[in-house]
């Protein structure tokens, strides 16, 4: 999908002389820029010295010089040497010997004459050496300084260096000319969320088998919710092998049944990352939160969900994403009176709560079975008579019962 990108790439980082120039990689947050690159680069670490820069939230560049000092001289990272700190650093010369625990004896003896503190600086080594600045929107830095620092890499020191940014999100009106300057080469990256998918799913292994068989489902709902950000789908994916830890073995077995979860928890977990829906909320309000919100109502709808496929209540899902997980008798009690297994429950109730997959013969007797019910006070438990008033409401509403919400209401008082 991005072929054309690895292959000036390889190009680039294979040039015998320096470029004088760096590359940009530009996309969307969440669009798979670090995912590619870090991909790209797996198979060079062998010939290659890669310098990963992380810029978001910097302040000021000795911040960048600190992360680069760090991978080009891991021994003056090393635990023992954060005492003496900067002042150590200058006073590094050729073949200076270290001793790293205060046992009075040279540990290590480092020559850098190869390299300044920041940069490297012998001829015969630049070619191994990639520098990656990552998220240059992100950084606190102003842009030219930044730019500034990553032109003397590119033209006094000969360095490659790939930038990775969201160009749309950089506002500085000074980028423009620097970036001229700098940056030779620019490429959109294009998602390719197969490669990213099946990546994501080997960072887990209870649900790698149920994910694999259920990507297109995945991928599917990732369209529909048109929010193409490839790191919060890695992030609901490890989410969702948390919550199917709780799932019994029966329910897992049931391919149908773990196609809808798996359609419905990737929907809710969407939405909720991009914001569109709130799991407090969901929690405390459930189906009303949507019934009385047509902007939160929405996102909803453009996944096909309603009561009836959604498998758990609307509080029982908002409960799961702002604790992560639910008790297992929860999910078991939800699953177990889900349409999947309808014909092992007898409660007339629980299979006219999924009335929509009903026959209109089975449906009518199963509702004039719970009527009688009803109006004899047979349903004393409290959730019990809650559901059923619920649900006599809502037929009522649609026409599909003859008492009038009013009288619902009153005979349900009496049963209270």
Same mark, same amino acid.
Request: no cysteine; charged share 30%.
């Given at each position: 999908?991005?072929?054309?990108?690895?292959?000036?790439?390889?190009?680039?980082?294979?040039?015998?002389?320096?470029?004088?120039?760096?590359?940009?990689?530009?996309?969307?947050? +969440?669009?798979? &820029?670090?995912?590619?690159?870090?991909?790209?680069?797996?198979? $060079? /670490? @062998? *010939?290659?010295? %890669?310098?990963?820069?992380?810029?978001?939230?910097?302040?000021?560049?000795?911040?960048?010089?600190?992360?680069?000092?760090?991978?080009?001289?891991?021994?003056?990272?090393?635990?023992?040497?954060?005492?003496?700190?900067?002042?150590?650093? +200058?006073?590094? &010369?050729?073949?200076?010997?270290?001793?790293?625990?205060?046992? $009075? /004896? @040279? *540990?290590?003896? %480092?020559?850098?004459?190869?390299?300044?503190?920041?940069?490297?600086?012998?001829?015969?080594?630049?070619?191994?050496?990639?520098?990656?600045?990552?998220?240059?929107?992100?950084?606190?830095?102003?842009?030219?300084?930044?730019?500034?620092?990553?032109?003397?890499?590119?033209?006094?020191?000969?360095?490659?260096?790939?930038?990775?940014? @969201?160009?749309?999100? %950089?506002?500085?009106?000074?980028?423009?000319?620097?970036?001229?300057?700098?940056?030779?080469?620019?490429?959109?990256?294009?998602?390719?969320?197969?490669?990213?998918?099946?990546?994501?799913?080997?960072?887990?292994?209870?649900?790698?088998?149920?994910?694999?068989?259920?990507?297109?489902?995945?991928?599917?709902?990732?369209?529909?919710?048109?929010?193409?950000?490839?790191?919060?789908?890695?992030?609901?994916?490890?989410?969702?092998?948390?919550?199917?830890?709780?799932?019994?073995?029966?329910?897992?077995?049931?391919?149908?049944?773990?196609?809808?979860?798996?359609?419905?928890?990737?929907?809710?977990?969407?939405?909720?990352?991009?914001?569109?829906?709130?799991?407090?909320?969901?929690?405390?309000?459930?189906?009303?939160?949507?019934?009385?919100?047509?902007?939160?109502?929405?996102?909803?709808?453009?996944?096909?969900?309603?009561?009836?496929?959604?498998?758990?209540?609307?509080?029982?899902?908002?409960?799961?994403?702002?604790?992560?997980?639910?008790?297992?008798?929860?999910?078991?009690?939800?699953?177990?009176?889900?349409?999947?297994?309808?014909?092992?429950?007898?409660?007339?109730?629980?299979?006219?709560?999924?009335?929509?997959?009903?026959?209109?013969?089975?449906?009518?007797?199963?509702?004039?079975?719970?009527?009688?019910?009803?109006?004899?006070?047979?349903?004393?438990?409290?959730?019990?008579?809650?559901?059923?008033?619920?649900?006599?409401?809502?037929?009522?509403?649609?026409?599909?019962?003859?008492?009038?919400?009013?009288?619902?209401?009153?005979?349900?008082?009496?049963?209270?």
């Amino acid at each position: 999908m991005n072929e054309h990108i690895e292959s000036f790439l390889n190009h680039y980082i294979d040039l015998a002389i320096a470029p004088e120039y760096a590359v940009l990689l530009t996309g969307e947050w +969440g669009s798979g &820029k670090t995912f590619f690159i870090k991909n790209f680069l797996e198979s $060079k /670490k @062998d *010939d290659k010295k %890669i310098i990963n820069i992380s810029l978001f939230g910097l302040t000021k560049l000795e911040e960048i010089n600190e992360q680069i000092f760090q991978q080009l001289h891991p021994v003056l990272s090393h635990k023992y040497m954060s005492i003496a700190g900067k002042l150590l650093k +200058g006073a590094v &010369k050729l073949g200076t010997s270290i001793d790293l625990n205060g046992d $009075k /004896k @040279d *540990d290590v003896s %480092i020559n850098i004459n190869q390299f300044d503190l920041y940069s490297p600086d012998d001829n015969a080594r630049k070619h191994e050496y990639i520098f990656v600045f990552d998220d240059l929107e992100r950084t606190k830095i102003h842009i030219s300084e930044v730019l500034g620092s990553i032109n003397t890499l590119v033209e006094k020191d000969g360095i490659k260096v790939i930038i990775l940014a @969201d160009e749309t999100r %950089i506002n500085e009106k000074e980028y423009k000319n620097f970036k001229e300057k700098v940056i030779g080469k620019t490429f959109q990256i294009t998602q390719d969320f197969d490669s990213a998918f099946y990546s994501f799913v080997n960072l887990v292994s209870d649900t790698k088998e149920v994910l694999e068989t259920n990507k297109e489902t995945i991928k599917d709902v990732y369209i529909a919710g048109n929010y193409y950000n490839l790191r919060h789908i890695r992030q609901s994916i490890l989410d969702f092998d948390w919550f199917y830890k709780n799932i019994d073995t029966k329910f897992r077995e049931h391919l149908e049944l773990m196609q809808n979860l798996i359609k419905v928890f990737f929907a809710f977990s969407i939405e909720i990352k991009q914001g569109n829906m709130d799991a407090n909320r969901l929690e405390k309000k459930g189906y009303y939160h949507y019934k009385d919100d047509i902007q939160e109502k929405t996102p909803i709808m453009k996944y096909y969900l309603n009561s009836s496929n959604i498998l758990l209540e609307y509080e029982q899902w908002g409960k799961l994403f702002s604790y992560g997980t639910l008790p297992q008798d929860e999910t078991d009690n939800a699953l177990q009176n889900s349409r999947y297994f309808m014909k092992e429950i007898q409660a007339e109730w629980i299979r006219l709560w999924h009335y929509r997959e009903l026959e209109n013969t089975e449906f009518k007797q199963l509702l004039e079975t719970m009527v009688g019910k009803f109006n004899r006070f047979e349903y004393q438990e409290h959730e019990v008579l809650q559901h059923v008033t619920g649900l006599l409401l809502r037929f009522s509403e649609a026409g599909l019962y003859t008492y009038s919400k009013d009288k619902v209401v009153e005979q349900a008082k009496k049963s209270d």
